[in-house]
Nanobody, 123 residues
Framework: QVELAESGGGLVQAGGSLRLSCAAS????????MGWFRQAPGKEREFVAR????????RYADSVKGRFTISRDNVKNTVFLQMNSLKPEDTAVYYC????????????????WGTGTLVTVSL
């Protein structure tokens, strides 16, 4: 059983930056694709970014490409999401995700979820 704990959310003005972290425990971290999804009020959970086992391959949603960067530290069992040039439409609860294989938009492919961290971007 893998447990994921997100941190780093908060309130930021538009144009600002935040760095989310997700610490994993209880499993072999390097055996999982890791990623981030987000869910805004009244909307479905959507894919944000993912990173491969060793960190060499990443994929992003078009809406965040060029602004967000996903990375991982397989020694510290942590995945990060650096978010720059934040927009009000980035406001959402951000969830860390772990899967045994590659995933994209299909939330059914996710094996473990964190409990989420709220990011609020004000004008």
């Amino acid at each position: 059983q893998v447990e994921l704990a997100e941190s780093g959310g908060g309130l930021v003005q538009a144009g600002g930056s935040l760095r989310l972290s997700c610490a994993a425990s209880g499993g072999t971290f390097s055996s999982y694709f890791m990623g981030w999804f987000r869910q805004a009020p009244g909307k479905e959970r959507e894919f944000v970014a993912r990173i491969s086992y060793g960190g060499g391959v990443t994929r992003y949603a078009d809406s965040v490409k060029g602004r967000f960067t996903i990375s991982r530290d397989n020694v510290k069992n942590t995945v990060f999401l650096q978010m720059n040039s934040l927009k009000p439409e980035d406001t959402a609860v951000y969830y860390c995700a772990a899967a045994r294989g590659p995933f994209y938009r299909d939330t059914d492919s996710i094996d473990y979820w964190g409990t989420g961290t709220l990011v609020t971007v004000s004008l």
